[in-house]
């Protein structure tokens, strides 16, 4: 990214806005994670996740430091400064990614569907998935031929499709408060909504970066 050109007091407004999104994924994960390791009564609404632990464990303990991590290379001055805090923190980033996008996969295609989902989310999940596990993928592959340009690319690709968990409850929000739970089309609508969202500013970002690197004024998006 283009350092020079953002003044440092913004350039902690992405991460910290990530961070921010962060929030609610990570505590319904925290909470999923203390509901594994105390119990429950099992009810409808949890017994898939009692009856295969394996992928939910592994997959809640990997998005949080994805999601914390990922909001930190987004810091531009920040990753110039600590090279080598990039670099490390960039390891466990991609190997983070790859067991968040790999077990969402295979939570998509073993457990039973909860109340709300159907085959339009059980679609956009398999889509997403893999996505985002190709992303992490050509991003590792991009930075063996020490093209930091298109790692960079992919790897915001990578976070942007993850982070859809975190533009998920800004597009629930409007629709629980003014009409309830929502039906499965509606969810399908939403749940979609929050990743095009996200891969729309992905591309935004990438593009203008690409551009300050090439010193190419871009209009902002309207
Ligand atoms: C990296 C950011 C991500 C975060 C923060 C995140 C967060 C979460 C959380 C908190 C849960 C537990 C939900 C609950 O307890 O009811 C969950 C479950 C799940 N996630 Fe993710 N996730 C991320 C990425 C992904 C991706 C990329 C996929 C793609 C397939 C995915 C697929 C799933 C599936 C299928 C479940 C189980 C849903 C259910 O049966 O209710 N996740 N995720």
Redesign the pocket.
Known sequence: MGAASVPRRFEWQLPAALIVL?VV??A??I??LAELARGATITA??A??FAMPLP?VL??I???P??ILGALQFAPSFRRRHRGWHRAAGRVLVAC?LV??L???G??LT?P??AG?GVALYAE??V??SA?LISILLAVNAIRRRDFVSHGAWMTRAYA??????TQVLTHLPYFILVGTPTVPARAVMMGAGWVINVVVAEWVIRRRVSRVAGVAVPALS
């Open positions: 962060s994924p990570s319904a994960g909470a999923r609404a949890n898939r996740f939910a997959h809640l990997t998005v949080i994805f999601c990614g968040a996008a077990t969402g996969l939570m998509t457990y569907w909860p989902d999940r398999l997403v998935g985002m499709l993850g982070m859809g968990a975190g």
